[in-house]
């Protein structure tokens, strides 16, 4: 019985000396060491319409440190010789907020444009990006350069319209050039245009005219988050009575308003991270005769918050339909993974097949995310 008693306290104070709370070596408790966390209150910024002729378009981010520790903005790298940044660089204080400023140069760039720029600071856990979005209005003798797709007679901009980010209720406009080239009158109509989209079209385009097609998108009507698809009908009539129609898509991020929020709420925000933002599936086969080579092909992707609130992950969706997307959960509290599976069917894709994945969540640093997926046949 002695011994038994030895052995009791012999293996309880061993148990007490491993697991009591590491101390300094003047015997305080040791904390967590300091450490800035860099925040973003917000992440894109559209300028709309920007004309060529007016110079530089500016705009300032701003980098707030939520964290215990001196923030320091480190580099700031632009994807493009046409937007340069400046930023603070003294350290950031917890609590305060250091500046990231924008200037896109729209000369010689024409029509529309998204420019991402990465900003690089000694927060070690989080590469922040902001996006800036807008539309150059070209000057005239730029005007020919701007107009790369063809419909029929006339020569636009672009074949579809995307609205990023749409807020509760938010009406937001896109315009483009558009040309008649040929050597007749054409007449230009839509048709089958959804309640929510007002078209503003010339009616009438004269042999060699330019004009402004304008789509407008209202809100008011959603009430739901997430990717919706819709489009509606293009139609040219000439004067010999060629008629030529053309479908055109418009699709929209229906995001979370995150105008309203407070600099605490937004602190205490879900901030969600992939473990990859790219999926590469490599060289893929078609299946043969006896089924042999790859029917579907898979690839998985981890999310977590990392933030401080409960993340939604309100859609995951792909466009094509070669894609198709299954995740394991889509609450996660803080701290919390899930497991996003991307489906590749290779039946009918032909040489390089690059699209992407996009995540709407409720993560106001950046309410839309995108994951590249590249395969090759």
């Known amino acids: 019985m002695r011994k038994t008693t030895q052995a009791f306290h012999f293996f309880f104070f061993v148990f007490i000396f491993l697991f009591q709370p590491a101390r300094s070596q003047d015997g305080a408790k040791t904390e967590a060491e300091p450490h800035p966390v ?3 209150v917000e992440s894109i910024h559209d300028f709309g319409r920007v004309n060529e002729t007016e110079g530089l378009a500016t705009h300032v981010f701003q980098v707030k440190n939520t964290g215990t520790a001196p923030l320091i903005i480190k580099q700031v790298q632009s994807s493009c010789g046409c937007t340069k940044p400046q930023w ?3 350290p950031i204080e917890p609590g305060q907020a250091g500046e990231v400023e924008i200037t896109f140069d729209p000369r010689n760039r024409p029509g529309p444009f998204r420019k991402n720029i990465m900003i690089y600071t000694n927060d070690l856990e989080r590469r922040l990006r902001v996006t800036i979005m807008g539309d150059v209005i070209p000057k005239p003798d730029n005007l020919q350069r701007a107009l790369q797709d063809t419909i029929g007679p006339v020569l636009t901009e672009q074949k579809a319209f995307l609205f990023y980010a749409v807020r509760p209720g938010a009406t937001l406009t896109q315009e483009m050039w558009i040309q008649n080239f040929s050597e007749e009158d054409v007449t230009l109509s839509v048709e089958d245009v959804p309640d929510y989209l007002t078209i503003e079209t010339p009616g009438l385009l004269k042999s060699g005219q330019a004009e402004r097609f304008k789509v407008t998108l209202n809100g008011a009507g959603f009430d739901k988050r ?5 489009r509606f009908t293009w139609k040219t009539v000439s004067a010999s009575g060629v008629t030529v129609s053309q479908v055109i898509p418009v699709t929209m991020n229906l995001v979370d308003d995150f105008t309203t929020q407070t600099a605490e709420e937004k602190a205490n925000a879900p901030a969600i991270r992939f473990s990859s933002t790219v999926l590469k599936y490599g060289k893929l086969k078609k299946p043969g005769f006896l089924g042999l080579g790859n029917k579907r092909v898979s690839r998985e992707i981890i999310i977590t918050n990392t933030g401080k609130s409960e993340l ?3 859609n995951i969706s792909c466009d094509h339909a070669h894609v198709r997307t299954e995740v ?6 803080p701290e919390e993974t899930a497991t996003l599976t991307v489906v590749l069917t290779p039946k009918n894709i032909t040489g390089t097949f690059v699209t992407d994945v ?4 409720n ?3 950046g309410p839309v995310r995108e994951i590249r997926v590249i395969a090759e046949k």
């Open 312 to 314: 939604t992950l309100h």
């Open 226 to 230: 997430g990717r919706l698809l819709s």
């Open 358 to 361: 996009y995540i709407i969540c």
């Open 363 to 365: 993560d106001p640093r």
């Open 88 to 90: 603070t660089s003294r």
């Open 328 to 333: 394991s959960r889509k609450t996660l509290q």
């Open 38 to 40: 860099a925040t973003l």
